[in-house]
């Protein structure tokens, strides 16, 4: 059922006067009108708008979202595996900063000190993420990581290094990203990143965009190559379609 201007934007969290914006520009344009020439968006208005949603989060300028939806060569898919790579990213960042606090946390409750290059490093990381997250996302970021507790983050830790390492040595051994145990791997991935996400769009925006910027070897501290990370979103991509 086609919906108004209004009520799209009450579902949608997209404001009225954007959704006119878009409409002047000739970048979503309702399909129908009412009679008294009132906007309705059908289906498809609305799945467009989800894909100028998804560019927009990737950073693309509306004049530049325009010429990649008019491409005869993009597709609905094809733009969500874009954002769905640049999530991943994002939480991935994400997971590392967590991991490295928790060490340094658990050490002085040891009464370990932590040297100067894990205090250095622990520093950096920290503003890199006030560059990119918001106080309030910071602020929930603590409190997941309270909520998965320690035993959690020091198990998750372990998963993901020993994930890695096998993701790698399935990628220098030659495997296709399609094959089976290489999806397995994929799926694994997914859960771990699913774990500490709790669902927050918008910080897995920050830690996409973090990605973006500062690149996967950087934002990652060394966690992740470029090539392994190349690897496993192919390999997750392909198991996104064949879930379609």
């Known amino acids: 059922m086609p919906l108004k201007v209004g009520e799209l934007a009450r579902r949608s969290g997209v404001s009225v006067r954007t959704l006119h914006h878009y409409d002047e520009i000739g970048l979503l344009s309702p399909s129908a009108r009412t009679e008294s020439g009132h906007r309705l968006y059908t289906e498809a208005d609305i799945l467009r708008l989800q894909q100028v949603i998804s560019l927009r989060s ?30 991943q990213k994002e939480l991935e ?7 490295n606090v928790e060490k340094i946390a658990l050490g002085l409750r040891m009464g370990q000190n932590p040297s100067t290059d894990q205090i250095l490093q622990l520093i950096e990381e920290i503003k890199m993420h006030e560059k990119y997250y918001t106080k309030d996302q910071l602020n929930q970021l603590k409190s997941r990581a309270n909520a998965l507790g320690e035993d959690a983050i020091r198990q998750a830790e372990k998963d993901w290094t020993q994930l890695i390492q096998e993701v790698r040595a399935l990628m220098e051994s030659g495997s296709d990203p399609a094959d089976v145990a290489v999806q397995a791997l994929a799926k694994r991935w997914s859960d771990l990143l699913s774990m ?4 927050d769009a918008n910080i897995a925006r920050s830690l996409g965009t973090m990605y973006q910027q500062e690149g996967s070897a950087q934002a990652s501290r060394g966690m992740l190559d470029e090539a392994t990370m190349k690897y496993i979103n192919e390999a997750n991509k392909i198991a996104n379609r064949d879930r379609e």
């Open 58 to 87: 990737l950073g693309f300028p509306l004049d530049d979202i325009r010429t990649v939806l008019n491409d005869p060569s993009s597709s609905p898919m094809k733009i969500l595996e874009m954002h769905l790579t640049k999530l």
């Open 93 to 99: 960042e994400q997971t590392r900063l967590i991991d």
């Open 196 to 199: 500490f996400t709790g669902g």
